[in-house]
C-alpha cells in the first residue's frame, strides 16, 4: 500500500477514503475482540467503485476486505493482512418493495431491522432475525448466512435470496439467481456467495424473498429445573407437530445475567428457561400455545407465563435479547461458539456441556435456538490466567469434537472466519477443504479478497 495505490485510491473516493490512524482503528476490530489495522478504508457508492477497487488490487496485489457492521463473532470482516476495508455502510438504499411479487431489492448497507420494518408496513415480512438486528447490516448477514431465532420455522439467510449481484475476486461485476420464485438454469451461484464470507464475491446488490407478515403471536416463558428437560421439551413439542417461530432455551447462568435488569422473578429450582412464540392466524395460535404450555407441563415445567399482549412480548423477547451483551458480568473476555445438533441429541449435548465446565473448572453460559438444535456455548474467562485460557482452548475444541460426534456443525450462524479455521477439516474433511480451496480460486484467482479466513493455513491467528 504504497503511495501510488493510495493516489489511485483517492481518485476513485476522493475523500471517501480515510487513512488516518483514528479512522482505520474504528475497522480494526470487531465482536471476537481481535484487532487487525487496515491501511486505508474506502466508503464505496456503488457496484462500479467496487470493481474499480478491486481491479486495482489486482494489479498491485493487496487486500480488499468488505465490511458491514463489524458485529460477526468469527472474525470474518477483520483485515488480518492489512489492504483496504470497504465498508458498505453508505450503500443503504432500500430501491424496490414489490408487494405483488413480494420481493425486495436493496444495497448491502442497509441495517435488517430497517429492513424488516419498511416491509411490514406493507404487510410484509423477512424472516432473518439475528440477535444484532438493530445495527448489523443485509450485506453481513448474506456474507455469513446469518441465522437468528425464527430460523426454526422460516429458515435462515439462505432461504429468502433469489437473486445477487457481486464484484468477483477478478473484478468482473456478476449478476446471480433470479427474481421469480424458480430458477434453476446452472449452478446455484447465488448459494455459493451466500455464506463464503466476503472471499469470493463482494455483494452490491440483493433481491430477497418476501412473506406475508402473520397476523397475531403468543409467547410463553416456561421455567424447567434442568436443561436437560428443558431441551426434552422442545422434542416434546416438535412431536405435537408444532412448528413455534422461536424456541429459546436459556441456562441458569443465561437467565440470572439479566434476571435483575428483567426484572424477572423466578420459581425456585430453576435450573434453565425456554421461550417459545407461535404465530399465524389468531384462532390457530391460540390452540397451539395451549399445546405448547401442555407439553410444556408434561415435561416437568416449574410454571409457563404468557404474555398478555405486545408489551408482554415486547418484555419476554428483551430478556432473550439482553443475554449476549450481559454474559460479561460472568466474566470479561467471551468466546462464543454456535454450535448445532440435532433436536433429538439437545438433551446429550447439554448434559456433556454441564459436565465438560465442571471437569474444566469453566464458567460456560449455554442459550441459543434450541427449536433448530443451534447452542450458543460461552465460555467466559478473565484474560488474565494463560492457565485458564489454555483450558478454555481445550474445552472449545471438546465442544466441536462432540458436536460432530452427534451429526452436528461447527458453525450455524457465525461462519469460520479466523476462528474456526483450525477445526473447520474436522467437519467436512480434507477433500471436502480441497474442493473449496479449487472453487476460491476460481473466483479470486490472486488471493485479493478477505484473505487470511476460513482455510487453516491462511488463518493469521487462531484466538
Not at 483496504?84 to 438504499?93: A, I
Not at 404487510?123 to 439475528?130: C, I, S, V
Not at 421469480?180 to 449452478?187: F, M, Q, R, S
Amino acid at each position: 500500500m504504497n503511495e501510488k495505490v493510495i493516489s489511485a485510491l483517492r481518485e476513485i473516493y476522493g475523500e471517501r477514503l480515510k487513512t488516518s490512524l483514528e479512522d482505520r482503528i474504528c475497522y480494526s476490530y470487531d465482536a471476537t475482540g481481535k484487532e487487525f489495522l487496515p491501511d486505508a478504508v474506502a466508503y464505496p457508492l456503488n457496484a462500479e467503485e467496487v470493481r474499480r477497487t478491486v481491479l486495482l488490487a489486482n494489479e498491485h496485489r493487496f487486500p480488499v476486505v468488505p465490511r458491514g457492521a463489524g458485529s460477526g463473532f468469527s472474525g470474518g470482516s477483520l483485515p488480518v493482512r492489512g489492504g483496504v476495508v470497504l465498508s458498505t455502510e453508505r450503500m443503504d438504499r432500500i430501491l424496490s418493495i414489490d408487494t405483488e411479487n413480494l420481493v425486495a431489492v436493496l444495497e448491502p448497507g442497509v441495517v435488517t431491522e430497517t429492513l424488516k420494518e419498511e416491509v411490514k408496513k406493507k404487510g410484509l415480512f423477512y424472516p432473518p432475525d439475528p440477535a444484532s438486528l438493530k445495527f448489523c447490516t443485509i450485506g453481513g448477514n448474506l456474507a455469513e448466512c446469518a441465522g437468528g431465532m425464527c430460523a426454526v420455522k422460516y429458515g435462515v439467510t439462505r432461504d429468502y435470496v433469489l437473486g445477487l449481484e457481486a464484484v468477483l475476486g477478478t473484478g468482473e461485476l456478476v449478476r446471480t439467481g433470479v427474481s421469480t420464485v424458480k430458477g434453476v438454469v446452472g449452478y446455484d451461484l447465488t448459494r455459493m456467495l451466500v455464506g463464503s464470507e466476503g472471499t469470493l464475491g463482494i455483494i452490491t446488490r440483493a433481491t430477497l424473498r418476501l412473506v406475508p407478515l402473520p397476523e397475531f403471536a403468543a409467547t410463553l416463558l416456561a421455567f424447567f429445573p434442568t436443561n436437560e428437560m428443558g431441551a426434552k421439551a422442545v422434542a416434546g413439542i416438535v412431536e405435537e407437530r408444532i412448528t413455534p417461530c422461536a424456541m429459546e432455551l436459556m441456562d441458569r447462568t443465561a437467565v440470572d445475567c439479566v434476571r435483575q435488569s428483567a426484572d424477572l422473578s423466578l420459581p425456585d429450582e430453576t435450573g434453565c428457561a425456554l421461550l417459545i412464540e407461535v404465530d399465524g392466524q389468531e384462532a390457530t395460535v391460540a390452540r397451539e400455545a395451549d399445546r405448547v404450555e401442555g407439553a410444556c407441563r408434561r415435561f416437568g415445567a416449574l410454571e409457563v407465563r404468557r404474555a398478555a399482549d405486545a408489551a408482554g412480548r415486547d418484555k419476554l423477547w428483551a430478556l432473550r435479547r439482553s443475554i449476549s451483551p450481559a454474559v460479561r458480568k460472568v466474566n470479561p473476555v467471551k468466546i462464543n461458539e454456535d454450535i448445532v445438533v440435532p433436536r433429538s441429541r439437545l438433551a446429550e449435548m447439554f448434559a456433556f456441556l454441564s459436565g465438560l465446565a465442571e471437569r474444566k473448572s469453566l464458567k460456560i453460559v449455554n442459550f441459543g435456538h434450541a427449536g433448530d438444535g443451534n447452542i450458543h456455548v460461552n465460555v467466559m474467562i478473565s484474560g488474565k490466567d494463560e492457565d485458564e485460557r489454555r483450558r478454555a482452548e481445550e474445552a472449545v475444541e471438546e465442544v466441536f469434537r462432540k458436536t460432530v460426534e452427534l451429526g452436528g456443525t461447527i458453525s450455524g450462524e457465525h461462519g469460520i472466519g479466523i476462528a474456526k479455521a483450525p477445526y473447520m477439516e474436522m467437519e467436512v474433511g480434507p477433500l471436502g477443504v480441497s474442493v473449496m480451496k479449487r472453487l476460491k480460486s476460481c473466483f479470486d484467482p490472486n488471493g485479493i479478497l478477505n484473505p487470511g479466513k476460513i482455510f487453516l493455513e491462511e488463518a493469521a491467528v487462531r484466538r
